[in-house]
């Protein structure tokens, strides 16, 4: 087609035009959606309107909220430990907010070398990114409040070279919206590895801090023995341990926890927590459990013990394997490193196996006992050492016919469920006293042997009976809210520290009674 000159020019012309004015469109448009945050032209100019928002409400956050002195983040190792020729620990993070108001979208970044390996962690997703450990938060831990703190994020990492595990955490980032609260790492004295000297220095500290009003309990009895029937404090008065019994660590590990401890110690009047580690069963030590991961926990509970100075059992929870002798190999490690690392402390007290039972006899039960003594005597000259007996604990009798020689401060457990249990066990019990046998209740209820069922207070009581009038220890089970009659807590209660009377089971409330009496 053929087109005039004159055609042509009024196209050009008029394309011109619509290109200035959709330019000046633009630029008008741009313009004042800075200025009205309502007017909105294209879908591009509303993306860099929302986007200008963000950026000055992030300035102000930032600005209103903290300082880089108002927020910090520290880490600490409180366990160490070697296993295969790796070295394996637990970081502890902790992120403080002084300030006014609360911060969110934390993260936190570990300095750990190429070779550290993440094993485990909890409260807090964890990732390895290069040379870092990077910390963001789970769901319910997104803020930290305002004049509050974030603690019990932990992590279990491990390394092939000692040299590798010492330089995690030489330095720590705490990150607020991508903005770097700190610089430097109060924590790089707490991260060197501590002996077991210091760490037990540092436990005395924390214990001496913690109390409420006088003497923990560790304070004033310290180390205890056994003689004759009795335990005897470090002044050789009688003493009897009172306490709780967690449930399986591996189930029910948000218990341990010193807050719950305490809410024990203070306004129970208890001073004994039995740890509970089930070795067979689901999650179990010597089965599917994570070993390092339920050890930590376990480590765990005897910090927060020692902190409050309250005495705490390590309980090797054999129940389904019925014969001790299944895992003999793995109790032999297992105590090997609980006894080097507790040597020094008074208040930690070894359960050697829980309860055997099925065909067990008291000679397999001896045999393996004469087994694991001597490797925690090795380094652990005369904590107590609890030794569990055939039938569920039952026959002490048994045992008190041919009890363990050439040791000091061996005990041996009965177990009892007050509905199920009832005269012919405390016949036992009184046989084997008269014998000279020292026996301890690690564990009982006052329902059935199921751990449910009704609760009987009548058996209960004579029970209790027994016990006071023996000066007998105990622990009672267990500390959860599992929705069965032996749980000392409610199941409608989610609390795991600090609870009212509202928040016990009808066997919380009866055995706070028993305790405070
Ligand atoms: C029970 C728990 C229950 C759990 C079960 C696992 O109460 O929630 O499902 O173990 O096998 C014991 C044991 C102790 C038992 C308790 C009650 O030492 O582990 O706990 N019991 O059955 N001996 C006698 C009773």
Redesign the pocket.
């Known amino acids: 087609m053929k087109m005039n000159n004159k055609k042509a020019i009024i196209i050009i012309a008029a394309l011109a035009a619509v290109i200035v004015g959709l330019t000046v469109f633009v630029f008008v448009g741009g313009k004042k959606n800075k200025k009205d945050n309502n007017e909105t032209t294209t879908s591009t100019e509303t993306t860099v309107q929302n986007t200008e928002n963000e950026a000055t409400t992030q300035e102000e956050k930032t600005d209103d909220t903290a300082t880089n002195k108002d927020c910090s983040v520290s880490i600490s190792k409180p366990n160490t430990w070697e296993s295969n020729g790796k070295y394996f620990g637990q970081v502890d993070v902790t992120i403080t907010n002084k300030s006014s108001s609360e911060i969110k979208n934390w993260k936190v970044v570990i300095d750990a070398p190429n070779g550290v390996e993440i094993d485990s962690n909890w409260n807090g997703e964890v990732k390895k990114d290069g040379n870092d450990i990077v910390v963001t938060a789970v769901e319910y831990n997104q803020s930290v409040p305002a004049n509050g703190n974030i603690k019990d994020i932990g992590v279990i990492v491990s390394a092939n070279s000692k040299e590798d595990f010492d330089s995690i955490g030489k330095a720590v980032k705490l990150l607020v919206d991508g903005k770097e609260y700190t610089d430097n790492n109060d924590a790089k004295e707490e991260t060197t590895e501590e002996t077991t000297e210091e760490t037990t220095e540092k436990a005395k500290e924390d214990n001496k801090s913690d109390k409420t009003d006088g003497k923990t309990p560790v304070e004033i009895h310290g180390k205890l023995s056994v003689k004759g029937t009795d335990i005897v404090d470090e002044n050789g008065d009688k003493f009897q341990l009172k306490g709780i019994s967690t449930?399986g660590l591996a189930w029910f590990p948000d218990y341990v926890n010193k807050d719950a401890f305490s809410t024990f110690r203070d306004d129970w009047d208890a001073n004994l927590i039995r740890l509970?580690m089930y070795t067979h069963?689901n999650n179990g030590y010597c089965t599917d459990g994570n070993k390092s991961s339920i050890k930590s926990i376990v480590n765990n509970g005897v910090d927060y013990a020692t902190q409050l100075g309250m005495y705490v059992i390590i309980d090797w929870?054999v129940?389904?394997e019925e014969n001790p002798n299944v895992y003999k190999d793995e109790a032999k490690l297992f105590f090997e490193e609980m006894s080097a690392k507790y040597k020094d402390y008074d208040n930690v007290i070894y359960e050697i196996c829980?309860?055997p039972n099925g065909s067990t006899s008291w000679s397999d039960v001896k045999a393996y006992a004469e087994e694991i003594i001597p490797v925690i005597r090795k380094n652990d000259k005369d904590a107590i050492i609890i030794v569990g007996t055939p039938n569920?604990s039952q026959d002490v009798d048994i045992a008190a016919d041919n009890p363990i020689t050439g040791y000091d401060n061996i005990m041996y457990a009965v177990?009892f469920?007050a509905a199920t249990h009832t005269e012919n066990i405390r016949n036992k019990v009184t046989t084997a006293l008269d014998k000279g046998l020292p026996v301890f209740v690690s564990?009982f209820s006052i329902c059935d042997?199921?751990?449910n069922g009704a609760i009987d207070y009548n058996q209960a009581d004579k029970w209790f009976e027994l016990i006071n009038k023996n000066n007998m220890s105990y622990a009672a089970?267990?500390l959860s809210n599992?929705d069965?009659t032996?749980s000392l807590i409610k199941s409608s209660c989610t609390k795991t520290s600090g609870w009212t009377d509202d928040d016990l089971s009808e066997t919380g409330i009866w055995l706070k009674k028993q305790i405070q009496n």
Request: aromatic fraction near 16%; proline fraction near 0%.
């Open positions: 449930h509970a069963e929870h129940l389904r829980n309860e569920w177990h469920y564990e042997a199921s751990g089970w267990n599992k069965e032996s």
